[in-house]
């Protein structure tokens, strides 16, 4: 009997082809909008994954003055409280890249007679611990070969991907730089403010682009900052090993939930509050969080309405398609074929042609949702927060997603043909043939 089906579901199909064209096109739309707005609210919840796990368990302190730095004895006692798991300090600076050049970009900001030495410049951030450092947690940055910079190393450097294609860098080369003194157009004498020169290791390469601020300088591209260990930005900038500064330094609670108390007991240390900051990490996100509120609010309408208008367009086509098989449905009946197996049937059909729209779906469903998803992006300022959320979408998710939204199909193509085919079916065989003569 299960042969028959499908042989008589293939033979319909193959003898009603105008019929089973349109159907298809019909499915096809259904799949599409099911697999753009399944993406999309998949590419919310990524986001707000990266918010809450970049942002929620963790907070910042940082000067109030961004000339000042803070001394590394006045927060020394924070990371040994109880609830703190992890922290990473960072020292932010100018230097000069030497023997090799920078990435080159048109500049948005020109400086008329800028000295050479501020020529060629690298963004330099000494760091702790580079995995930890908000520009990776939050996925702007990834590496992309080697690894990440540890509290352990020494003479240590990762750089973009972009300069290293440049330069054609490679894991373990060398590379050299000079620390110079931030820019100040007042300063005459430039030469007494260079630092030192020192050599560094490459041990990762890494890709991204972040939000940048334009002031004339090459060191304003992403694809000029790179991450050295903590202490060598320390000794390039010729700060003594007992008295370290940082720019700002990054504490990690063990759950979000422990914030509140973390952030109580600091308050209470004997901490010089006038000249540093405190605050949570979420800065940074905080004018696309609610923009990802919004989006999935309206996918999920949208969603459950492509759902119900999808069983109603898809029924009433099945109505009239069932009106044209009453007297094959009769037959059936008066042969002492069952109820199921004709209604089996009916959803092998639809099933068959479906399959069809399942590869053109995905195909025509991965542009919309890419040229959405596109217009989202450019419309935020963390653009590589987003584009990260969305290349999970076209990556390892998108099977998931194909699947999520052909089973819905299935779901509709299900309850299409009990609404339909009940009507008919809840009749005896006489009544049906009857209503043929």
């Known amino acids: 009997?299960?042969?028959?089906?499908?042989?008589?579901?293939?033979?319909?199909?193959?003898?009603?082809?105008?019929?089973?064209?349109?159907?298809?096109?019909?499915?096809?739309?259904?799949?599409?909008?099911?697999?753009?707005?399944?993406?999309?609210?998949?590419?919310?919840?990524?986001?707000?994954?990266?918010?809450?796990?970049?942002?929620?368990?963790?907070?910042?302190?940082?000067?109030?003055?961004?000339?000042?730095?803070?001394?590394?004895?006045?927060?020394?006692?924070?990371?040994?409280?109880?609830?703190?798991?992890?922290?990473?300090?960072?020292?932010?600076?100018?230097?000069?890249?030497?023997?090799?050049?920078?990435?080159?970009?048109?500049?948005?900001?020109?400086?008329s007679n800028l000295n050479s030495e501020y020529e060629n410049l690298l963004k330099i951030f000494g760091v702790r611990d580079s995995s930890l450092s908000n520009d990776f947690t939050s996925e702007v940055f990834k590496i992309v070969e080697g690894r990440h910079i540890g509290k352990d190393d020494k003479n240590k450097i990762i750089v973009h991907e972009e300069l290293a294609k440049q330069n054609q860098y490679e894991l373990g080369d060398k590379v050299s730089i000079k620390q110079i003194k931030q820019y100040d157009p007042d300063d005459e004498d430039i030469n007494s403010n260079i630092g030192l020169e020192n050599e560094y290791e490459i041990v990762g390469i890494f890709s991204g682009k972040k939000q940048e601020s334009y002031t004339g300088f090459s060191s304003d591209y992403s694809e000029n900052m790179a991450f050295i260990d903590y202490s060598s930005s320390q000794k390039i900038s010729g700060i003594d090993s007992n008295y370290e500064k940082l720019n700002q330094a990054t504490y990690f609670v063990n759950s979000p939930e422990n914030m509140g108390k973390v952030i109580s007991s600091i308050k209470n240390m004997n901490i010089n509050w006038s000249n540093i900051d405190l605050e949570k990490n979420t800065k940074i996100f905080d004018d696309i969080s609610t923009t990802v509120g919004s989006i999935k609010g309206i996918i999920q309408i949208i969603t459950y309405s492509i759902i119900v208008g999808g069983c109603i367009v898809l029924s009433l086509i099945l109505i009239l398609w069932l009106r044209e098989r009453i007297y094959e449905i009769g037959i059936l009946l008066s042969i002492g074929i069952g109820k199921r197996e004709i209604i089996g049937q009916f959803i092998l059909e639809l099933v068959f042609i479906s399959i069809p729209s399942l590869f053109i779906s995905t195909l025509i469903g991965n542009l919309v949702t890419r040229k959405i998803l596109s217009e989202i992006i450019l419309k935020e300022k963390i653009i590589s927060t987003l584009s990260n959320a969305s290349n999970k979408i076209f990556g390892s998710e998108n099977i998931f997603i194909i699947c999520q939204s052909y089973g819905l199909l299935i779901l509709i193509i299900l309850l299409s043909v009990l609404i339909t085919s009940g009507i008919i079916l809840m009749k005896k065989p006489k009544e049906i043939l009857s209503k043929m003569s």
Do not use: P
Request: with cysteine; net charge positive; aromatic share 8%.
């Open 1 to 111: 009997m299960k042969k028959d089906m499908l042989r008589n579901s293939l033979l319909y199909i193959k003898r009603k082809k105008k019929k089973s064209i349109i159907v298809l096109f019909i499915l096809t739309a259904i799949l599409i909008s099911l697999y753009t707005c399944l993406s999309i609210n998949k590419f919310s919840n990524n986001v707000e994954s990266i918010i809450y796990r970049a942002a929620n368990s963790s907070f910042i302190l940082k000067s109030k003055n961004s000339q000042e730095l803070i001394d590394t004895k006045e927060v020394e006692g924070i990371k040994n409280l109880d609830r703190i798991n992890e922290y990473n300090l960072e020292y932010e600076t100018l230097a000069q890249l030497k023997g090799d050049d920078v990435f080159g970009g048109e500049q948005k900001v020109e400086i």
